[in-house]
Each structure stands twice: as structure tokens, then as C-alpha cells.
């Protein structure tokens, strides 16, 4: 598997991932709970490890190909020997390691392994979901069922599939993070639709260098605002990060806090989204600075849209559904 440590991921890892783990432990006194695709050396399990609890992890054994009984289990028990040298050591206090993609195994609902296939359970309320999918959102995923059939899956329809099992564990004023990276690339039918349905407004972005990357990215915070909103939790995103990946490739990480609210939060029957999709879009994203150890403003200005608060912690903090709805 591709080494994607670079200078850059490592800056988001520590100095904007971490630093949101960590306040969610801290201040809401949060299990944290990882959930993701962590690669066979877990460098983001081994930069975190000091605040999770549990893992769940998903590791395929031949990145980029379907799934085969015939590939070498090596990067999956990879994975497992450094789990458990944490398990042992008393970092971690239980893991799991499915072996396959993690939309082969959640929608075939088992995963390859070869001494008896892993049940896919949902049974527990996940903190942190770190989806690091290093290819593109419109990118499928392919995977044989056990008929032979090949079935081919989005990204968007996994976070669908992962909100709802979240949702049927979850109680009120459950608080879950949600971390997103893709590359900056696409294609398929439902960008090309939302592309032409909302020309008008994204034209905007026509005259920008980077004006498919800031497409795209209005594409996704727009689909997981309403996908959130759909399993009945409210969302606060934090500034999405541009970043260059292994061999200059453009990448994109994004942020959302989540909660359940209490049912009597509710104004007239529903809760309120204080945070529009439109502050979400309309916000300019954040670049590494590895050299200082720190994010970055983007380095340009697009009309109607506005630079986030480089301080992110703050800005959640004082936000109006972290006043209303995260301080029970």
C-alpha cells in the first residue's frame, strides 16, 4: 500500500485532527471510539492513541483491486500485530479488524476472512468515524457477494449506510465525529446533475484556478449537510482543508461535528440548524502549514465567500448549536 504520510497529512493529523479529538474527550468527557481505515502502520491510531478507547477497523488486502481469497492477508495482519501490541500494552481496551473494504463489508454484512467470515455488528454508538478514503467521493467500490455477483458502491451511499446504522444505537445528545478525506476528483451522474442544477449559483467559482476542487467540495458539504440532517442529528462543520497528497495529488479533508439533541431542544416539533448549509459552502478552505505547525488560510479571496477562523476549536465553540444543544 502507498505511504499517504506525507508532511501535509501529518500537519492535519496533529495539529487540527488531534486537536478536536482531544477537545471532544476533554470537555464533553467522551469514549472516543475510532472507526475507519486506519492503513496497515496506523498512523493516525498511533497519533490519537492517547484518546481512543476502541477501534474498528477495516483493511483490505490489495488496495485498489476486488477483493480475492487468493491476495496475501500481509496488510491486514499487519494491522492486527499493532492493535494488539496496543491491546497488550493497555492503550487500547478492545479492537476489531474486518478484513475487506468497508463497503464490501458493510453491505455484503461480513467481511473475507479466511478462518470464517466476521459478522458486520452495528451494536454500539461510534464517537469518531475516520473515513480516509484517499480516492475520489464519486470513485466506486466494487465487491463480489457470495452468488458471484459484482456490485459496485459510491462513497456517499457508504456514509448513507454508516449514518443509519449510527442512528438505530444512538440515544439523545449522542456526539459523534466525522472526518472525510478524498481526492479532489470526479465523476458519475449525481455531481454532473447537482453540477447542472446549481450552475447559476457555482459559476462563481468559473474565473478560480481551483474551480473544480471548489465545486466539488460546495457538492459534498452540501450532500452531507442533508444526509446528517436526514438520521436526525445536527451538524457543525469545521473549515474544509485543501491539501496536496503523494505525488501533488489535490486533496480534500472535511470535518463535521454531530449530535443527537435532547427531544425537548426542539422549537415547534423540530430542532433548529443554526449553522445554514449556504455559511458552510460559502466558507473558503484552510491549507496545511507543516513549516509552522499549524493551518493556513486559503490565499485568496472569492467574492461571497468568506476565510474561517483559523482558531477552529473557538469558533465551535461559541457557535449557537454548541450553546444550545452540546452543553447539557
Known amino acids: ?23 471532544l474527550k476533554d470537555k464533553f468527557h467522551c469514549n472516543i471510539t475510532y472507526y475507519g481505515l486506519p492503513s496497515p502502520d496506523a498512523e493516525d491510531i498511533a497519533e490519537w492513541i492517547d484518546y481512543i478507547s476502541k477501534v474498528v477497523a477495516f483493511q483490505c488486502r490489495d488496495y485498489g483491486k476486488v477483493s480475492n481469497p487468493d491476495q496475501p492477508t500481509d496488510e491486514v495482519d499487519k494491522l492486527i500485530e499493532k492493535l494488539n501490541h496496543w491491546e497488550a ?15 464490501e463489508v458493510l453491505f455484503k454484512g461480513f467481511d473475507n476472512s479466511a478462518s470464517g467470515s466476521i459478522e458486520y455488528t452495528h451494536e454500539n454508538h461510534i464517537t ?4 480516509d478514503f484517499c480516492n475520489s467521493i464519486t470513485s466506486p467500490q466494487e465487491y463480489i457477494t457470495k452468488n458471484g455477483d459484482r456490485i459496485t458502491k459510491y462513497k456517499l451511499e457508504l456514509i448513507d449506510k454508516i449514518l443509519e446504522y449510527q442512528s438505530t444505537v444512538s440515544n439523545q445528545s449522542d456526539k459523534f465525529i466525522l472526518f472525510l478525506t478524498v481526492q479532489a476528483s470526479y465523476a ?21 484556478k481551483q474551480n473544480k476542487c471548489l465545486k466539488l467540495k460546495h457538492f459534498i458539504e452540501d450532500n452531507l449537510y442533508q444526509k446528517i ?5 445536527v451538524p457543525q462543520f469545521m473549515p474544509t482543508v485543501f491539501y496536496k497528497g503523494i505525488h501533488d495529488v489535490d486533496m480534500m479533508h472535511f470535518v463535521v461535528m454531530c449530535i443527537r439533541p435532547q427531544e425537548n431542544k426542539k422549537q415547534g416539533g423540530v430542532f433548529v440548524y443554526n449553522q445554514l448549509v449556504v455559511n458552510i459552502t460559502d466558507s473558503l478552505p484552510l491549507l496545511p502549514d507543516p513549516a509552522n505547525n499549524a493551518l493556513k488560510n486559503f490565499p485568496e479571496e472569492i467574492d461571497g465567500m468568506n476565510h474561517p477562523n483559523v482558531n477552529f476549536i473557538h ?5 449557537k448549536n454548541v450553546s444550545m444543544y452540546w452543553n447539557d
Do not use: W
Open 89 to 103: 500494552s493497555g492503550q487500547l481496551d478492545d479492537y476489531i479488524v474486518y478484513d475487506g473494504y468497508m463497503e
Open 1 to 23: 500500500m502507498p505511504d499517504f504520510s506525507t508532511p501535509n497529512k501529518k500537519c492535519i493529523r496533529k495539529y487540527y485532527n488531534k486537536t478536536i479529538i482531544k477537545y
Open 128 to 131: 469518531l468515524f475516520n473515513l
Open 315 to 319: 469558533t465551535f465553540s461559541q457557535s
Open 229 to 233: 440532517k436526514t438520521y436526525n442529528y
Open 188 to 208: 458519475g451522474a449525481d455531481l454532473a446533475a447537482y453540477l447542472e442544477a446549481n450552475k447559476i449559483y457555482l459559476s462563481k467559482y468559473e474565473s478560480h
